[in-house]
């Protein structure tokens, strides 16, 4: 929910698109499936992949249910091979390969199977030390060719945090977390020595302290 005017045009622009009213020639804020999505995604993977090549900081973060869009995977390649650091949560079907040397170096996927349902979709793009974020639609081709779905920018420096934080537990989650090995199998983590991190128990015990608090 939002009462930014731009992201209100935005959303009336789509619902005259479906209507047939009017297709807009731009957008503010949204980004759109199935026209205008998967280009604006890969133009982003491009920017870090650029910003890498300049010596700039470069790292993606994404959480989605499922990964297996050609295009984009195609991307995520290219900016592994240009130094991007990729960091990879998949819950489900994930066709890349991730650590296979000279094609995906730089890219890691964990997948995290727990008590609850895993179902955001979570993308971070560093951008050279601006970093963007936004939440919204799998990296698959029925949501990126075949439906109408909305990514939107999550622009709210409090809420960004949260996001951060959100992705930084759970990647160190490593009781649910699986890893994707370059054979394409999935392998639990070595815990010895280490303490136990359950992100979705984490995060269930700072959801009760927040409402202790409130």
Not at 24 to 39: F, G, Q, Y
Not at 139 to 163: A, H, S, T, Y
Not at 178 to 194: F, T, V
Request: one cysteine or more; a negative charge.
């Amino acid at each position: 929910m939002t009462c930014n005017r731009m992201i209100g045009e935005d959303a009336t622009a789509v619902f005259n698109m479906l209507s047939g009213y009017s297709e807009p020639k731009r957008w503010n804020r949204l980004i759109v499936a199935p026209i205008w999505m998967k280009d604006r995604f890969v133009k982003m993977i491009e920017r870090e992949a650029q910003h890498a090549k300049d010596g700039e900081e470069a790292h993606i973060v994404a959480k989605m249910n499922s990964l297996c869009d050609p295009a984009i995977m195609a991307a995520l390649y290219y900016a592994s091979s240009c130094g991007v650091k990729i960091d990879l949560l998949v819950r489900g079907i994930c066709c890349l390969k991730a650590g296979v040397p000279g094609l995906s170096d730089n890219i890691s996927v964990h997948s995290i199977v727990g008590n609850f349902l895993e179902h955001a979709r979570i993308f971070y793009f560093e951008n050279g030390g601006s970093p963007e974020v936004y939440m919204g639609a799998d990296w698959m081709p029925r949501n990126l060719d075949r439906r109408v779905e909305i990514v939107f920018p999550v622009e709210d420096e409090g809420i960004k945090d949260e996001i951060k934080h959100v992705l930084d537990l759970e990647f160190r989650d490593n009781v649910k977390a699986h890893i994707l090995k370059p054979s394409g199998l999935y392998e639990k983590q070595d815990k010895r020595g280490k303490t136990l991190i359950n992100s979705q128990m984490e995060f269930c015990l700072e959801a009760t302290e927040r409402a202790k608090a409130a």
